[in-house]
């Protein structure tokens, strides 16, 4: 098993930043991916950004958040962390992270293939 746990949401003006980092644990040698979804009030959740690291390093973005979010990943603390610039109102939404130890492609942004699922941080961006 692998336990994640998200932290760094909150409140932010439009225009700002926010830091959500996840920390997983338990099983993390099986762990070669790590994404971040989200999901708004009355909205299906929806991909943001995920890291697969299994054979060449490769990120993917959802068109959304492309050029405003950045997700990397600390090995030695088995973190995962999404930098969130340029906040828009429409980014409101809970935030959470998943793991799971493949992906390939498209399929990396496909939420019901990962395992693993933290709590979720909930982020507000005020207009």
């Known amino acids: 098993q692998v336990q994640l746990v998200e932290s760094g949401g909150g409140l932010v003006q439009a225009g700002g930043s926010l830091r959500l980092s996840c920390a997983a644990s338990g099983r993390t040698y099986s762990v070669y991916v790590m994404g971040w979804f989200r999901q708004a009030p009355g909205k299906e959740r929806e991909f943001v950004a995920a890291n697969n690291w299994r054979s060449t390093d490769r990120t993917y973005y959802a068109d959304s958040v492309k050029g405003r979010f950045t997700i990397s990943r600390d090995n030695a603390k088995n973190t995962v962390y999404l930098q969130m610039n340029s906040l828009k109102f429409e980014d409101t939404a809970v935030y959470y992270c998943?793991?799971?130890?493949?992906?390939?492609?498209?399929?990396?942004?496909?939420?019901?293939?990962?395992?693993?699922w933290g709590q979720g941080t909930q982020v507000t961006v005020s207009s």
């Open positions: 998943a793991a799971d130890s493949y992906c390939s492609g498209t399929g990396c942004a496909d939420g019901f293939r990962y395992d693993y």
